[in-house]
């Protein structure tokens, strides 16, 4: 049986470790896996969960997005992310996202599209954000993925929710740490009272392992139903945002009607950082 090559990026934690890990495992060993990352010294993570799997259906290589000769070589995306008004982010930031979450995924899809084309096999699978279901307009998915549609076999959009992964803990630690300063009061006051102690809520409530991800999460179902219902989006922007913004009381005891549908059994999350033991 010929095995199916499979090419994951940002491999060195979270849902690329997880992913990674659960194709290769499979029994009927249908799968290669190529684990890539920008950097192999963060390797160790990778190599203790990939197991008896290493060196037979998975391998692991240096690969970052940003960097054509790197891509070339392998033939690593690793998220970037902000958090806060756009007024106080720098130009250098934002490029910095673009150039990691858009471009390189560009420069990836120049590199491997050709070869799917002709072969006319392959799927590619974009892991994005629960931002494409709560917000009207996904760059990611409306620019990069569509024409993909048109000319690869297969692809699909896999829009994951608070997962806890250190990129999370991250984006969020540099939420709080934002300087406001440039933001006029009402924008600040509403990012730090509403924002954020909900982006807290809803990651304690509803927050995933990478390996939920790598399976399926049945709390989202009511999410991902109005995003079904409208696919422009905006019934689930109105029901989201009314719900944090203008109906506060109601929003926090609807996380408290889903911890108690999902215990007991479901590990707790908190955006806390980890004392070390």
């Given at each position: 049986?010929?095995?199916?090559?499979?090419?994951?990026?940002?491999?060195?934690?979270?849902?690329?470790?997880?992913?990674?890990?659960?194709?290769?495992?499979?029994?009927?060993?249908?799968?290669?896996?190529?684990?890539t990352?920008?950097?192999?010294?963060?390797?160790?993570n990778?190599?203790?969960?990939?197991?008896?799997?290493?060196?037979?259906?998975?391998?692991?290589?240096?690969?970052?997005?940003?960097?054509?000769t790197?891509?070339?070589?392998?033939?690593?995306?690793?998220?970037?992310?902000?958090?806060g008004?756009?007024?106080?982010?720098?130009?250098?930031?934002m490029?910095?996202?673009?150039?990691?979450?858009?471009?390189?995924?560009?420069?990836?899809?120049?590199?491997?599209?050709?070869?799917?084309?002709?072969?006319?096999?392959?799927?590619?699978?974009?892991?994005?954000?629960?931002?494409?279901?709560?917000?009207?307009q996904?760059?990611?998915?409306?620019?990069?993925?569509?024409?993909?549609?048109?000319?690869?076999?297969?692809?699909?959009?896999?829009?994951?929710?608070?997962?806890?992964?250190?990129?999370?803990?991250?984006?969020?630690?540099?939420?709080?740490?934002?300087?406001?300063?440039?933001?006029?009061e009402?924008?600040?006051?509403m990012?730090?009272?509403?924002?954020l102690?909900?982006?807290?809520?809803?990651?304690?409530?509803?927050?995933?392992?990478?390996?939920?991800?790598?399976?399926?999460?049945?709390?989202?179902?009511?999410?991902?139903?109005?995003?079904?219902?409208?696919?422009?989006?905006?019934?689930?922007?109105?029901?989201f945002?009314?719900?944090?913004?203008?109906?506060d009381?109601?929003?926090?005891?609807?996380?408290g009607?889903?911890?108690?549908?999902?215990?007991?059994?479901?590990?707790?999350?908190?955006?806390?950082?980890?004392?070390?033991?």
């Open positions: 049986m010929t095995q199916k090559v499979v090419l994951i990026t940002g491999c060195s934690s979270g849902i690329g470790l997880a992913l990674a890990v659960r194709i290769a495992s499979d029994e009927r060993k249908r799968f290669m896996v190529y684990a990352m920008r950097n192999l010294s963060r390797g160790r990778l190599v203790e969960a990939a197991g008896r799997t290493l060196g037979r259906t998975l391998e692991i290589k240096q690969l970052d997005v940003c960097d054509e790197s891509i070339k070589g392998c033939s690593v995306t690793r998220a970037w992310g902000l958090m008004p756009i007024e106080c982010q720098s130009m250098e930031e490029k910095a996202v673009m150039d990691t979450n858009f471009f390189g995924l560009v420069r990836l899809m120049k590199e491997v599209l050709p070869d799917m084309k002709r072969r006319k096999r392959g799927h590619v699978v974009v892991i994005s954000s629960v931002m494409g279901i709560q917000g009207k996904q760059l990611l998915s409306s620019s990069c993925v569509a024409p993909l549609v048109l000319t690869v076999p297969g692809v699909s959009v896999i829009e994951q929710a608070r997962c806890e992964t250190e990129f999370e803990r991250k984006v969020y630690d540099e939420g709080v740490k934002t300087d406001l300063s440039k933001a006029d009402v924008t600040a006051d990012f730090t009272n509403v924002y102690k909900n982006f807290k809520e809803i990651f304690e409530t509803l927050g995933q392992t990478p390996e939920d991800i790598a399976e399926t999460n049945a709390l989202y179902t009511p999410v991902t139903s109005l995003k079904y219902a409208d696919p422009s989006g905006e019934l689930s922007v109105d029901t945002y009314g719900a944090a913004f203008e109906h009381a109601v929003f926090n005891a609807s996380h009607v889903l911890r108690l549908l999902s215990w007991p059994g479901r590990q707790s999350f908190t955006l806390d950082k980890k004392t070390p033991a």
